[in-house]
């Protein structure tokens, strides 16, 4: 779930737009379901996702204020772990998304992970656990 006042702010500033139903009418949906959010406090993820989809929108900048607000080629990794993390509704560390956005390599990595068979994953989960241990001695 996204915290709505944050949420609905930086959607004002995505669509330049002023007030909620505005962000309503940008997104295509009816203002009773903003009305919705904003009684829960909390901004339904999938549906949020899914009014979004055909946005240039970052979703690391929507959530976590980081980065450009629209998704340059940089921001796809982010992105998708911003996706993760939502997916699971679990916090990814900051300092993690920070790292990532900082450091090559890691991008790299990451883009390239979709292309290892899970025997490959579970052996670099090994071996960085390995690495985990020893930099703990």
């Known amino acids: 779930m ?16 002023k007030t909620n ?12 379901q903003i009305k919705g959010w904003s ?3 909390k901004v339904t993820v999938a549906n949020l996702l899914e009014y ?35 997916a699971f509704e679990k916090d990814i560390d900051p300092k993690i998304i920070e790292r990532i956005s900082e450091d090559e390599k890691l991008q790299k990595l990451l883009s390239l992970l979709e292309y290892a068979p899970n025997e490959f994953l579970e052996q670099i989960i090994s071996r960085l656990e390995e690495f985990k241990k020893l930099s703990e001695i």
């Not at 996204?2 to 737009?17: D, I, Q």
């Not at 929507?62 to 607000?69: A, E, P, R, S």
Request: proline share 2%; aromatic share 10%.
């Open 39 to 41: 009684t829960r406090k």
């Open 52 to 86: 979004l989809k055909d946005e240039p929108i970052n979703l690391t900048w929507l959530v976590h204020g980081k980065g450009n607000m629209r998704i340059g080629e940089s921001d796809d990794i982010l992105n998708a772990i911003t996706k993760i993390e939502l």
């Open 2 to 17: 996204f915290e709505f006042n944050t949420t609905m702010e930086r959607l004002k500033e995505y669509f330049a737009v």
């Open 21 to 32: 139903a505005d962000v309503a009418r940008k997104l295509g949906i009816d203002y009773n």
